[in-house]
């Protein structure tokens, strides 16, 4: 599948392009570019922030503009969260990561800008971008970090095709019918005890009890327990008689 650039523009430090590059390496990403880092590439700080992500490093490309870093990918976002006056479609990391994940399937390369530590991007960044992606964060304090930026992208992009782990047998919700006997065993439990003592509201209390044994999705060891346990209080209720 075609993974997304992630593209730093004008960072500043290269321990932060390190730090980008372990969080991309976390959620399996490796097209890193940057464009015009402030002090050059390579960068040695770059590698012990990294923390073995060196594969990362090294496929590093360097832009001399935003335009030649987006240049070949089909679907551009940047990321801001400062409003700006520009009628561009605004979404969260979560929608941008399914965007790209779509046009991923279909062959499609997005391209993802992060702006520099202290300013974030400019407009003239922004223009040639079609998508904004913020992040719904405290408006009160609202800045995230370059490499906290980057690994919420990341995170999402990697989620975003992941499937669901299945439950562990154990765990798994017992099956209709024996939740259904559990209900069934606990009801005649009831009734010899004498419980449904108001015949006109015994429907309805029937149903209550049918909603409480349903809604916890007990596992198939639950729902023995439980049964083991109502009928040892019948049992004994019997000895008592």
């Known amino acids: 599948m075609t993974a997304p650039a992630f593209i730093l523009v004008r960072p500043q430090l290269g321990m932060n392009i390190g730090m980008a590059a372990r969080a991309m390496g976390n959620f399996a990403l490796d097209q890193l570019r ?3 880092p402030r002090d050059g590439w390579p960068n040695p700080e770059a590698g ?12 590093v490309t360097v832009h001399d503009s935003v335009a030649a870093a987006l240049a070949d990918c089909h ?3 940047a ?3 400062r409003p700006r006056d520009m009628p561009k479609p605004v979404v969260t990391p979560r929608e941008a990561a399914a965007m790209m994940r779509e046009a991923a399937a279909k062959g499609l390369k997005s391209g993802i800008l992060f ?3 202290r300013s974030g991007l400019t407009a003239d960044d922004l223009a040639p971008v079609a998508t904004i992606v913020t992040c719904p964060v405290n408006p009160g304090h609202g800045s995230l970090n370059l490499a906290q930026a980057v690994l919420l992208l990341g995170y999402e992009w990697f989620q975003a095709a992941a499937p669901a782990p299945a439950p562990a047998p154990e765990h798994a919700p017992a099956p209709h019918g024996e939740v259904a006997g559990l209900i069934a065993h606990l009801d005649q439990a009831l009734d010899a005890a004498g419980y449904y003592h108001v015949p006109d509201r015994t ?9 409480l044994l349903t809604r916890p999705n007990f596992t198939q060891e639950e729902v023995r327990t439980l049964r083991g346990i109502i009928r040892a209080l019948a049992e004994a209720r019997k000895r008592r008689a």
Do not use: I
Not at 48 to 59: F, S, T, Y
């Open 79 to 81: 990321t801001t969260v």
């Open 115 to 117: 702006g520099p530590e």
């Open 203 to 211: 429907p309805a209390t029937r149903r209550t009890l049918a909603r």
């Open 48 to 59: 012990p922030p990294a923390a073995g992500a060196d594969h990362v490093l090294e496929a």
């Open 34 to 36: 940057l464009v015009e």
């Open 75 to 77: 679907l551009t976002f």
